[in-house]
């Protein structure tokens, strides 16, 4: 696999992860663009790095939601912080 498609790879797994957590990552990146732009960069990155993509990817196919990110997620920290976060002004329903 070559780095490209390594990375977008770990960008679909990334938001993925998110949304089944409900985190809105769409919405962070709006509401504060060079803040949530590193930090989605991070999460790719460390997405990348990881070796349990396969084992993310099944789950993420067969669920919609879940509760928590899996203990191998190395993102598991800041998803769930995220997930847990208000949304940001303007974006509440």
Do not use: W
Not at 7 to 15: A, C, I, P, Y
Not at 62 to 75: E, K, Q, T
């Amino acid at each position: 696999m070559g780095i490209f498609s390594g990375f977008f790879q770990s960008t679909d797994l990334v938001e993925g992860m998110a949304r089944r957590l409900g985190a809105d990552l769409s919405s962070d990146i709006a509401a504060r663009p060079d803040s949530a732009a590193l930090r989605l960069r991070s999460l790719v990155i460390r997405c990348a790095a990881c070796r349990e993509q396969e084992k993310c990817h099944a789950l993420q196919a067969g669920c919609s939601r879940l509760h928590a990110a899996p203990g191998y997620c190395m993102n598991k920290d800041e998803l769930e912080r995220l997930a847990r976060s208000p949304a940001p002004a303007g974006e509440r329903a």
